[in-house]
């Protein structure tokens, strides 16, 4: 008893004591000797996906298969489409040819560029109304042709005498047809291409043709039309020019009265000469008159002998020399003489004269510049007069001559117009007596002998990838939201616990060879099931005792390999060593492996004793085939003294010579109050004497205590996990229950293991490999 508390204890100072919530804690270290528990580092990520996809290929292979097939079925209901095909060359027309772009009002396409002009008749051809002028055609025609439908599906029908599906109608024929027409330019030529599709062969080349005669038609009548209605227009103003003519001409002939004005030889009148040598005289009367005032008004303001005109004069030049001669004799004689001197006053009676007949002369100068100034203004006066009234004269003139200029251009006008405009509505009238086509049919269409849709092979391969991407879709969200244990070494990378060993599947394992690994399991699921390799196929519940029946399968070395690690762990424990085999929840297989590790340590010359500690729900007498009416129950009930009874006589023998099993005994009393009893406790310390390994066959411990009472009379726990079934976070509750309670976990098994389900088909290769060179020695030796 104080050696079992002692293995229980905590104080060992070598082993440190866990704290109470583990979880978050960045390592853990194992509670028994051992190295230290680390992450394993992180598997290649493209391996990882390999393995992935590899675990989920039964998924991928449906998911394809089911795509691919839906892709194909998706066509069979379609109806084939047949495309027809004709080209069209787009020419210019040649507006020089009968000046026919004189007569156009549009300049249509021949002042364009050809790529310009082909790509409006491209849009002309996709045009709603050549589409619906090509319908009415063809409804009007009398067109018929088998209105049957023609996808495989319905095929399939009539092939099979059933006949459900409505004909098709002609409209709707029309109408898909209509909408198919596709036209495109053939590269950088004037030729173009167009299609059309149709459920019939036959009907789709016939609307192609419709459609290129009908866009001809429409061409023409186009050009056509405008030339008509050209034609018309230049008639109507030719009439209007025509009645404008006759009254220009009316009119000329009243404004003239059938006479012409005189004129002269240079064109001009004589009313326009006159005026002109009016002009030119009255400007020089003007002239002459503002010389002659000017000099009349300086001889009224300067001194008369200042005045050029006096100056000029020779008789007042002598009379001044004469003065000036006598004043020099006045003076040559005065003095001596006085003036009284007879000959003195005779000289100033000669001066006096002579100045006197100088202010007559000065004033007969002056005299006659007036009179020449008012003779020049009174010629000045009847010239303006004379100029006024020829002026008007050749005003009235010149508004007639006007006046009849102006009808007569516009006399002229009218001719020119109306002789253009009348060879314009002879050309017009020929431009549309002769329509050329600008539409040439390069190859007309045919019917075509190939559909261009559906293409089953391509829809069965769309349907077939987007069946496998969906598949690697739903692989990876699956993989994502699965949270279980599923491969080794995931344990210790997640729990930071030691992982004694992995069990593998025994549907896998015991199959003969890894081929038969990977090809068995297609059999079992479709065919029949899979042949051992003894030749018998293990019965329900034989799978516990696989150590024992099938010594030599791989499932049977894997629990003498998990013994192993176990015995290890538990070297340091000088008496017997007590574990507890447990599980988060039901059906992870530990009684089983608490089998299984029963059998392995005892073939290792090992006592062992396995107790069935579910009391709930107890099958360790069934695995074992055993009787159960004494057992747990009885001994922890009290119906057995253990002090004086030997163990033989509450535990059972089995098969194997070394191994016994205590089953669960009779009973209904609760398993808790029986557990918590004194009584368990001295039982397991007096089995730890008389036993190298007592197994405890506990129930799941998630929802209930029993194991956790038993881990905590015990050496260890064994936890056991289910590939693909256990949960991380449930592995990881149910090890935090085991620390916190103190409890010391002995490792984990990883139960279940199939590499075929986890993409590793040769994870076992090496096994069976030296499998069968052990097997080919052995025949040798004999």
Not at 754 to 777: T, V
Request: hydrophobic share 40%; glycine share 6%; proline share 5%.
């Amino acid at each position: 008893m104080g050696d079992l508390q002692q293995l229980n204890s905590w104080e060992n100072p070598a082993l440190p004591v866990p704290p109470f919530n583990t979880r978050n804690t960045p390592e853990i270290r194992h509670l028994g000797k051992g190295p230290e528990m680390r992450p394993d580092a992180p598997p290649s990520l493209l391996m990882e996906y390999y393995h992935l996809l590899v675990r989920r290929r039964g998924m991928l292979a449906l998911f394809t298969v089911c795509g691919a097939f839906l892709g194909f079925a998706a066509t069979m209901g379609i109806l084939p489409v047949f495309r027809a095909r004709t080209s069209l060359d787009i020419q210019n027309l040649n507006a020089d040819f009968m000046n026919m772009r004189d007569i156009k009002a549009t300049a249509g396409g021949e002042n364009t560029s050809t790529e310009a002009y082909v790509q409006t008749q491209i849009k002309l051809l996709q045009s709603d109304t050549l589409r619906a002028r090509t319908v009415d055609r063809m409804r009007k025609s009398g067109y018929t042709l088998p209105l049957m439908r023609d996808d495989m599906l319905s095929q399939l029908k009539r092939s099979v005498g059933l006949h459900g599906d409505e004909p098709m109608t002609k409209q709707a024929l029309l109408a898909y047809a209509a909408k198919s027409v596709t036209v495109k330019p053939l590269g950088m030529t004037r030729l173009v291409e167009v299609t059309c599709d149709s459920w019939n062969a036959k009907f789709s080349a016939d609307f192609c043709n419709t459609l290129t005669k009908e866009f001809a038609e429409q061409d023409r009548e186009v050009r056509w039309n405008e030339a008509q209605r050209t034609s018309e227009w230049l008639s109507r103003q030719l009439a209007d020019v025509r009645e404008s003519l006759k009254q220009s001409e009316r009119n000329l002939e009243g404004a003239t009265g059938n006479a012409a004005p005189l004129l002269h030889q240079g064109g001009e009148s004589v009313a326009d000469e006159k005026l002109r040598d009016l002009q030119t005289e009255l400007m020089r009367a003007q002239a002459d008159r503002v010389t002659k005032q000017a000099q009349y008004q300086i001889s009224t303001s300067a001194a008369p002998e200042s005045l050029p005109v006096v100056l000029d004069s020779g008789q007042f030049r002598e009379s001044q020399v004469k003065l000036e001669d006598l004043r020099r004799q006045v003076a040559a004689l005065v003095p001596p003489l006085t003036e009284a001197n007879p000959r003195v006053q005779h000289l100033r009676a000669q001066i006096k004269e002579v100045e006197a007949s100088l202010a007559t002369q000065k004033t007969d100068l002056v005299q006659r510049m007036r009179n020449e100034f008012d003779q020049a203004k009174h010629r000045e006066a009847l010239l303006y007069t004379a100029y006024s009234a020829q002026e008007g004269i050749v005003s009235q003139e010149q508004g007639k001559e006007a006046q009849v200029s102006m009808l007569r251009h516009e006399v002229e006008s009218s001719q020119q117009l109306y002789s253009t405009l009348l060879q314009r509505v002879k050309e017009a009238g020929f431009a549309s007596a002769m329509q050329a086509s600008t539409i040439r049919v390069v190859d007309a269409a045919e019917a075509p002998e190939i559909p261009i849709a559906p293409r089953r092979g391509v829809s069965t391969a769309v349907g077939l990838l987007l069946g496998m991407l969906s598949a690697v879709i739903c692989a990876f969200l699956k993989e994502r939201t699965q949270t279980v244990l599923r491969s080794p070494g995931e344990v210790p990378r997640y729990l930071m616990l030691r992982e004694l060993g992995v069990i593998p599947s025994a549907r896998r394992a015991l199959q003969d060879g890894p081929g038969k690994m990977f090809s068995g399991r297609l059999a079992s699921m479709f065919l029949r099931p899979a042949a051992y390799a003894n030749g018998v196929k293990p019965q329900k519940g034989a799978l516990d005792m696989v150590v024992w029946q099938d010594h030599v399968s791989l499932v049977a070395e894997a629990f003498r390999s998990t013994t192993y690690s176990i015995l290890l762990a538990g070297k340091d424990i000088d008496k017997g060593k007590i574990y507890v085999v447990s599980s988060p929840n039901s059906g992870e297989g530990k009684t089983t492996v608490t089998c299984n590790l029963g059998l392995a340590l005892a073939q290792a010359n090992q006592r062992v004793l396995l107790i069935d500690g579910d009391l709930r729900k107890p099958r360790l007498h069934t695995a074992m085939n055993l009787p159960n009416e004494i057992g747990m129950r009885n001994l922890l009930r009290g119906d057995v003294d253990l002090d004086q009874v030997p163990v033989s006589a509450f535990s059972q023998p089995t098969k194997m010579a070394n191994l016994r099993v205590i089953t669960s005994g009779s009973g209904t009393e609760e398993p808790s109050g029986l557990l918590h009893s004194p009584r368990c406790r001295a039982l397991l310390e007096r089995l730890a004497d008389e036993f190298d390994v007592v197994l405890i066959d506990s129930p799941p411990m998630m929802h209930l205590a029993d194991a956790r009472i038993f881990g905590g009379m015990s050496n260890g726990v064994i936890l056991v996990f289910r590939s693909r079934v256990t949960e991380r976070e449930t592995a990881l509750n149910s090890r935090d229950l085991f620390l916190n309670d103190h409890v010391r976990i002995i490792g984990t098994i990883l139960n279940d293991y199939d590499p075929l389900k986890e993409g590793k088909a040769q994870h076992y290769g090496a096994y069976y490999a030296y499998r069968k060179q052990s097997r080919s020695a052995a025949v040798d030796v004999d």
